[in-house]
């Protein structure tokens, strides 16, 4: 497993096909609901505070992850701001929990993933999803399409007014949610088209 620091908030993990053998893990059972994978996870940000020094213990984190090459895995870790709304996973567990007791308890811990992707049968329905999220949304975005679907990629930090939640019942009538997002933007990364890079929602507002 290699580790290096990109930026102040950001740093990249390389974990190997041996890597994920190690601790049961492989393609299909790594993602973030799965045990083995939080482990993998949280010793990986004890390994990046000892040997880079970066500590994230009381911050909201974007944790992406895509491939590399044949017998690896790339996963970059990102700190983003904190916002009044949100309680970072390690700060919660810092808080509830004594330092003795966190080792114990942080395997049953979910880890937060901010980056949310969707999928379209037809290009129309994307752009149904984007004019409802305009009004509500700042944030970066991206639209890809693989074969004949496309995606809509985008943070739940970057609404403004409302909570991403109370949102999803109406999303899910333009589109279905991708649960294994680590890995699936990772893949359109790879081998989707990029249709409109970074801010999607508003060039589908105004051409669309």
Not at 35 to 44: A, N, S, V
Not at 78 to 85: A, M
């Amino acid at each position: 497993m290699k580790m290096e620091r990109v930026s102040e908030n950001k740093i990249r993990i390389t974990v190997s096909f041996s890597d994920m053998e190690d601790r049961n893990l492989n393609l299909t059972s790594f993602n973030y609901s799965n045990p083995e994978t939080q482990e993998l996870f949280w010793d990986m940000m004890e390994q990046a505070e000892n040997e880079l020094g970066f500590d994230a213990t009381t911050s909201q984190l974007c944790v992406e992850a895509y491939p590399g090459n044949e017998d690896e895995i790339i996963i970059t870790i990102t700190r983003l701001p904190e916002s009044e709304e949100f309680e970072s996973i390690q700060k919660y567990i810092k808080n509830k929990y004594t330092k003795r007791e966190i080792r114990t308890k942080r395997k049953t811990r979910k880890l937060v993933v901010s980056v949310v992707i969707y999928s379209f049968n037809d290009l129309e329905d994307a752009c149904m999803m984007a004019n409802t999220l305009h009004d509500v949304y700042n944030g970066e975005s991206s639209l890809y399409k693989y074969k004949d679907t496309y995606y809509l990629q985008f943070c739940k930090n970057g609404f403004t007014v409302i909570d991403f939640k109370d949102l999803e019942p109406q999303l899910g009538e333009y589109g279905d949610r991708i649960p294994n997002v680590g890995f699936y933007e990772g893949y359109l990364n790879e081998y989707g088209e990029k249709i409109i890079a970074n801010n999607a929602i508003e060039v589908i507002r105004n051409y669309y």
